[in-house]
């Protein structure tokens, strides 16, 4: 949700009752042009025209699968990091990205 409201006009925010660090991924989404600002369990979306690729890291699961979704919709080249959280929980997620028409690929090193 984070992801689309970082393209969605206007000002969202979005309250987490659970986890304190659940907004991990926001520092991440900001390299890629969002304007987000968090803060606790509390992250406040400004909406923006674009996402621009960039090299990124995944800090969790969630956070993985956000920065998926936003390399998705950026324009340019995304590199996301630390695969092993998204490997954990979404099982060949590549080929379920390119079924929806994503240019993803996986690079070994």
């Known amino acids: 949700m984070g992801v689309v409201l970082s393209l969605a006009n ?16 926001t520092e991440e989404l900001n390299k890629m042009g969002a ?3 968090a ?9 923006v025209q ?8 995944s800090s969790d699961l ?7 979704i936003a390399g998705t919709a950026a324009e340019g080249i995304t590199e996301i990091y630390n695969l092993e959280h998204i ?4 099982e060949n997620i590549e080929e379920k990205f390119r079924k929806i028409g994503a240019n993803i690929e996986r690079i070994k090193e």
């Open 10 to 25: 206007g000002t969202s925010i979005i309250n987490e009752s659970i986890w304190d660090s659940r907004f991990q991924y």
């Open 35 to 37: 304007k987000i600002t």
């Open 39 to 47: 803060q606790g369990k509390s992250a406040v979306f400004e909406g």
């Open 50 to 57: 674009k996402l621009t690729g960039a090299p990124v890291y």
């Open 62 to 68: 969630r956070a993985g699968a956000a920065l998926v």
């Open 87 to 90: 490997d954990r929980g979404y």
